[in-house]
């Protein structure tokens, strides 16, 4: 297979990418926006599916589609070529993801209908984190109430965090199945997994991605008695609510801004908030190590990925500022270095490698995708 059509499908946009399964090499890759807004030209996203195949007629035709979805609750523990029950399992699982599987199963149906000839493969966030132990993903509430309305922790970012776990151990030369790594995945959405033996264990997303760290402008953990207080005595109601947590908290409730760069700006000019937002932000961060750590008994590789992982030296380095005792430790001059590949930014022989590594979703993507379509 030479050319996996990677595409994933927003409520209206749709984001594509040409690209070679087996050497990584990207043909095309492009966004199409506003669909369905007028003055668009692009209707729908079957009419989104065709213009992005006409930007694409000089490389090679699709082999296959693979397609992002974000939920697979406890459906999916890989990727599923789709056909119409795969379909119709991903719209009951809209239930769980409201916001995210209706728009990605928009993106399949008109695939499917400009490309019936290839198969298509959905590939599930959730579905690498179903490894998760029964302890880990738990809730300790009412269990006939859980079982029934599917309430557990899911974990998301899979895609992402199976990739850099698996380039982590190559690019250090240690046994896959043999490897204890956390993966810091950094970005507007920011989620830990602890992974052992190339299986999370542990993540730090649960039931949707709200949970865990803090994030640009979603609240990561908080006492769930915080929003019975808020509704008591601020009077807000349950969008409100829903809205304030997912849209208007992280660094942006904290500061004004969910940008990490605006954030870091202002504290360099002595803002006292966006000081204390990163405060919050690396204390999250430590903690979620410190019980991955536990979890695992020991550890070979810590992993910064995403956009502010990948990019923000000041961030790694007072993240993980005092943690000598654990045996993570930053090199200065290493972590200054600016690149698009994996590379080590700890001191040669220190306990642990620190590690960065750029993620690419869309590959491991295609990859699925062709893992799941050979005969």
Same mark, same amino acid.
Do not use: W
């Given at each position: 297979?030479?050319?996996?059509?990677?595409?994933?499908?927003?409520?209206?946009?749709?984001?594509?990418?040409?690209?070679?399964?087996?050497?990584?090499?990207?043909?095309?890759?492009?966004?199409?926006?506003?669909?369905?807004?007028?003055?668009?030209?692009?209707?729908?996203?079957?009419?989104?599916?065709?213009?992005?195949?006409?930007?694409?007629?000089?490389?090679?035709?699709?082999?296959?589609?693979?397609?992002?979805?974000?939920?697979?609750?406890?459906?999916?523990?890989?990727?599923?070529?789709?056909?119409?029950?795969?379909?119709?399992?991903?719209?009951?699982?809209?239930?769980?993801?409201?916001?995210?599987?209706?728009?990605?199963?928009?993106?399949?149906?008109?695939?499917?209908?400009?490309?019936?000839?290839?198969?298509?493969?959905?590939?599930?966030?959730?579905?690498?984190?179903?490894?998760?132990?029964?302890?880990?993903?738990?809730?300790?509430?009412?269990?006939?109430?859980?079982?029934?309305?599917?309430?557990?922790?899911?974990?998301?970012?899979?895609?992402?965090?199976?990739?850099?776990?698996?380039?982590?151990?190559?690019?250090?030369?240690?046994?896959?199945?043999?490897?204890?790594?956390?993966?810091?995945?950094?970005?507007?959405?920011?989620?830990?997994?602890?992974?052992?033996?190339?299986?999370?264990?542990?993540?730090?997303?649960?039931?949707?991605?709200?949970?865990?760290?803090?994030?640009?402008?979603?609240?990561?953990?908080?006492?769930?008695?915080?929003?019975?207080?808020?509704?008591?005595?601020?009077?807000?109601?349950?969008?409100?609510?829903?809205?304030? *947590?997912? =849209?208007?908290?992280? #660094?942006? !409730? +904290?500061?004004?801004? &969910?940008?990490?760069? %605006?954030?870091?700006?202002?504290?360099?000019?002595?803002?006292?908030?966006?000081?204390?937002?990163?405060?919050?932000?690396?204390?999250?961060?430590?903690?979620?190590?410190?019980?991955?750590?536990?979890?695992?008994?020991?550890?070979?590789?810590?992993?910064?990925?995403?956009?502010?992982?990948?990019?923000?030296? *000041?961030? =790694?380095?007072?993240? #993980?500022? !005092? +943690?000598?005792?654990? &045996?993570?430790?930053? %090199?200065?001059?290493?972590?200054?270095?600016?690149?698009?590949?994996?590379?080590?930014?700890?001191?040669?022989?220190?306990?642990?490698?620190?590690?960065?590594?750029?993620?690419?979703?869309?590959?491991?993507?295609?990859?699925?995708?062709?893992?799941?379509?050979?005969?």
């Amino acid at each position: 297979m030479t050319a996996v059509f990677v595409l994933n499908a927003g409520s209206s946009s749709l984001k594509y990418q040409l690209v070679d399964p087996g050497t990584g090499a990207v043909h095309t890759s492009g966004t199409i926006e506003r669909i369905g807004e007028p003055g668009s030209g692009v209707p729908d996203h079957e009419a989104a599916v065709r213009s992005a195949l006409d930007r694409i007629e000089r490389g090679p035709r699709p082999d296959a589609c693979g397609h992002r979805v974000v939920h697979g609750g406890d459906r999916f523990d890989g990727p599923a070529v789709i056909d119409d029950g795969v379909e119709q399992a991903i719209e009951e699982l809209s239930a769980l993801a409201p916001l995210h599987n209706p728009a990605n199963l928009q993106g399949i149906r008109a695939a499917r209908a400009v490309l019936p000839d290839v198969p298509h493969v959905a590939v599930f966030d959730t579905a690498f984190h179903r490894t998760i132990p029964a302890a880990a993903a738990t809730y300790a509430i009412d269990a006939d109430l859980a079982e029934r309305y599917r309430v557990r922790r899911y974990g998301f970012h899979g895609t992402s965090h199976r990739f850099v776990s698996r380039a982590a151990a190559e690019f250090l030369r240690i046994p896959l199945e043999r490897s204890r790594i956390i993966v810091l995945h950094l970005g507007n959405g920011a989620s830990a997994c602890a992974v052992e033996g190339g299986r999370s264990i542990e993540t730090s997303m649960g039931m949707t991605p709200l949970e865990g760290l803090v994030m640009g402008t979603r609240s990561g953990d908080l006492d769930p008695a915080a929003l019975f207080h808020l509704h008591r005595q601020a009077g807000l109601g349950f969008e409100e609510l829903e809205t304030m *947590l997912n =849209r208007d908290s992280g #660094l942006k !409730g +904290l500061t004004g801004s &969910g940008d990490m760069r %605006d954030v870091q700006a202002a504290a360099a000019e002595g803002d006292e908030r966006a000081e204390a937002a990163l405060a919050v932000y690396r204390h999250r961060i430590r903690r979620y190590i410190g019980a991955y750590l536990a979890h695992l008994g020991g550890l070979d590789a810590l992993v910064f990925t995403a956009g502010v992982g990948e990019n923000n030296s *000041l961030l =790694r380095r007072r993240t #993980l500022a !005092g +943690l000598e005792h654990l &045996g993570l430790v930053v %090199d200065p001059d290493r972590n200054e270095v600016s690149s698009k590949e994996a590379r080590r930014i700890s001191p040669d022989g220190a306990p642990v490698a620190v590690l960065v590594v750029p993620t690419n979703e869309e590959l491991e993507i295609a990859r699925q995708t062709t893992e799941a379509t050979a005969v």
